[in-house]
């Protein structure tokens, strides 16, 4: 079985009395050290996914299962990522960043040490002891990313993290957890609504649509990281997801001169 | 710069406030025994700090406030904290709260007496209820209103109760509380000299009774301007420490 294992999956929520489906029928395996992008318009299911994934939010159909194990609750061997950072205002960078070692019985000394070693690879080492409002977006995720890195996750997962950030901000961020995420091995499951952003990061992309979630399609992207946005194989890649949208504009067959 | 402005401020408004005293004094027909003048109640003054009456009504005063006020505060955050963590909980206890809480600290005072007689305790009792409603209720809405991010965080690397509590819910719900925790020490202060007009034989509640019993109005105004100064004082006092902490824990200064 692969690593994680999703079987007609499904989540849905009572809303004013009625039965709302969220998710239906999501089948999905997930192997070791994959970057896969849940990609979809709002309301397709992708962060209900993603929430069940990491046990915020369990599915109550089917099964979702990491290494054999089904999820019921949040895992510290697992580490979301928030599109608002989820970093908190009253601790320092470094102190957010040591958070997640707290209570995993670490001593004081050694939290530091790790925590600056993170916030180095991220390249923010000089702002340890700043506050987090004292950052711009960008740095505020990359603390983020340097927190969740510190605990040594098997699995990170990533809800829209770069949605609240500036174009060229994103594509540097985009690049930065390329580099640091290829170097460390990690499992990311990573939510996002922006295609270009999925066929530039991911190994696979699940296609989402709404009415009910569900998935539409896999579309592997066969291409070496880091990719040009402008090549052919990444624009064959971004209207394949198009088609599986339904996204793209018939073409008219009959003419009339 | 900025605090030397400030200071002239403060000269300018109370010699203003004086003036007006003053002004009052000289245009009316009362007797100066009844209705004496700035001059005559910083007379007083002097005498009741060379005497010392002055410093010992307000040693008794502090002593019932910090009490007061300070146990109030310290409970009310306490249970703040718990009620708002557990909302089904304050669903049952909310309805008696917003029934105790309109009535006036001083309604309570004559029971208090009956029941503790006079002495320190009535008036420490009062603060007590004057500062606990506002604090508490601000302290359980300000938990209620805590970004649920901030639980996922904590959730996701395994930092639950107690440390939950002081890690994030406190924190978080910290500029609320200290909010809350700022203008209870106002009404507080208030109602410390009701209690100890009703239900002391010292502190300046009491001294206010004494002068018009002896018929020294020079001597109650200068206590009444002594309460100001004081509860002033506390203000800003408080003020220091918040900003103090909001500045510790990453607030905008």
């Known amino acids: ?239 394949k997801i198009f088609d599986l949208l339904q996204m793209k504009v018939e073409e008219d067959i009959e003419y009339t001169i | 710069m900025k605090k030397l402005l400030s200071i002239k401020y403060v000269v300018v408004s109370i010699l203003i406030l004086l003036g007006i005293w003053q002004l009052a004094f000289t245009v009316s027909d009362y007797s100066s025994a009844l209705f004496p003048s700035p001059l005559m109640a910083i007379q007083a003054l002097g005498e009741m700090i060379a005497d010392g009456t002055l410093i010992a009504s307000i040693a008794a005063s502090m002593y019932r406030f910090v009490i007061g006020y300070g146990l109030s505060v310290l409970i009310a955050v306490f249970l703040g904290l718990i009620l708002g963590s557990l909302p089904k909980v304050f669903n049952y206890v909310n309805p008696s709260l917003q029934l105790l809480r309109p009535i006036s600290p001083t309604a309570w005072m004559p029971f208090v007496v009956l029941l503790f007689g006079i002495g320190d305790l009535p008036a420490i009792v009062i603060i007590f209820i004057a500062a606990f409603f506002p604090v508490l209720l601000s302290t359980v809405s300000a938990v209620s209103k805590i970004d649920d991010m901030y639980f996922r965080v904590a959730d996701n690397f395994g930092i639950r109760q107690p440390q939950l509590m002081w890690k994030v819910i406190l924190p978080a719900a910290f500029p609320q509380i200290a909010n809350a925790v700022h203008l209870a020490l106002g009404s507080a202060w208030i109602f410390l000299v009701a209690g100890e007009m009703v239900g002391a034989q010292s502190g300046l509640g009491f001294q206010i009774i004494d002068a018009r019993n002896n018929i020294r109005a020079d001597i109650l105004l200068a206590t009444i301007f002594v309460i100001g100064l004081i509860g002033l004082l506390l203000d800003f006092l408080i003020g220091l420490l918040e900003k103090r902490i909001l500045k510790a824990w990453g607030g905008e200064q």
Not at chain 1, 72 to 91: C, D, E, H, M
Not at chain 1, 111 to 137: C, T, W
Not at chain 1, 146 to 156: G, Q, S
Request: one cysteine or more; proline letters at 4%.
């Open chain 1, 1 to 239: 079985m692969s690593y994680i294992h999703i079987e007609n999956a499904g989540k849905t929520f009572i809303q004013n009395g009625a039965e709302f489906t969220a998710l239906s029928d999501v089948n999905l395996d997930i192997e070791k050290g994959e970057f896969i992008c849940l990609l979809g318009p709002s309301g397709c299911g992708k962060s209900t996914l993603l929430n069940a994934i990491a046990g915020f939010d369990p599915v109550n159909h089917g099964s979702v299962k990491i290494d054999g194990n089904e999820v019921t609750a949040p895992s510290t061997k697992n580490v979301t990522i928030f599109q608002n950072y989820g970093l908190l205002p009253w601790r320092t960078v470094i102190k957010n960043v040591e958070l997640g070692l707290e209570s995993k019985g670490i001593d004081k000394k050694r939290r530091k040490e790790i925590a600056k070693e993170y916030l180095k690879l991220v390249k923010l080492e000089n702002f340890a002891n700043s506050f987090p409002r004292q950052l711009s977006g960008g740095m505020k995720q990359r603390v983020a990313i340097a927190r969740a890195l510190a605990v040594e996750p098997d699995i990170i997962f990533m809800d829209e993290p770069f949605g609240a950030l500036d174009a060229i901000t994103r594509m540097k961020l985009q690049d930065d957890i390329l580099d640091i995420c290829k170097n460390e091995k990690k499992t990311i499951i990573f939510v996002t609504h922006d295609i270009e952003e999925a066929v530039y990061l991911a190994d696979r992309i699940v296609v989402m649509t709404p009415n009910p979630g569900k998935v539409r399609g896999v579309i592997t992207v066969p291409i070496h990281h880091f990719r040009d946005r402008t090549s052919g194989d990444f624009l064959l890649i971004r209207d």
